[in-house]
Nanobody, 126 residues
Framework: QVHLEESGGGLVQAGGSLRLSCAAS????????MGWFRQAPGKEREFVAA?????????DYADSVKGRFTISRDNTKGTVLLQMNSLKPEDSAVYYC??????????????????WGQGTQVTVSS
């Protein structure tokens, strides 16, 4: 049974940092690309970052977080991390971890991710 569990959310002041972690189980983690998405109240779920399978040599970021967020993975632990720096109030949202397929092309489309965690709240105060 596939299970994804996010942690690391919280309240931080603008300009601060948070590191989100997603622990995965129930599938061969290294074979799947992984992604982070977020959803603010009244808005659609939006892509944040993705990382390729296996070595994670390829990453993709939403324009709004480029240069501030970094996605990484540790296949030995079955975790994917999202380091978030220089946070802004508009980064406030519930952040979700998602597992994709075994393809080699990263995607920003939520429908191409098959399993999702329950989410962790990130609130950035101004």
């Amino acid at each position: 049974q596939v299970h994804l569990e996010e942690s690391g959310g919280g309240l931080v002041q603008a300009g601060g940092s948070l590191r989100l972690s997603c622990a995965a189980s129930g599938f061969i983690f290294s074979l799947n690309y992984m992604g982070w998405f977020r959803q603010a109240p009244g808005k659609e779920r939006e892509f944040v970052a993705a990382i390729s399978r296996r070595s994670g040599n390829f990453t993709d970021y939403a324009d709004s977080v480029k240069g501030r967020f970094t996605i990484s993975r540790d296949n030995t632990k079955g975790t994917v991390l999202l380091q978030m720096n220089s946070l802004k109030p508009e980064d406030s949202a519930v952040y979700y971890c998602a597992s994709g397929g075994v393809g080699t092309t990263l995607t920003q489309t939520p429908a191409e991710y098959f399993y999702w965690g329950q989410g962790t709240q990130v609130t950035v105060s101004s």
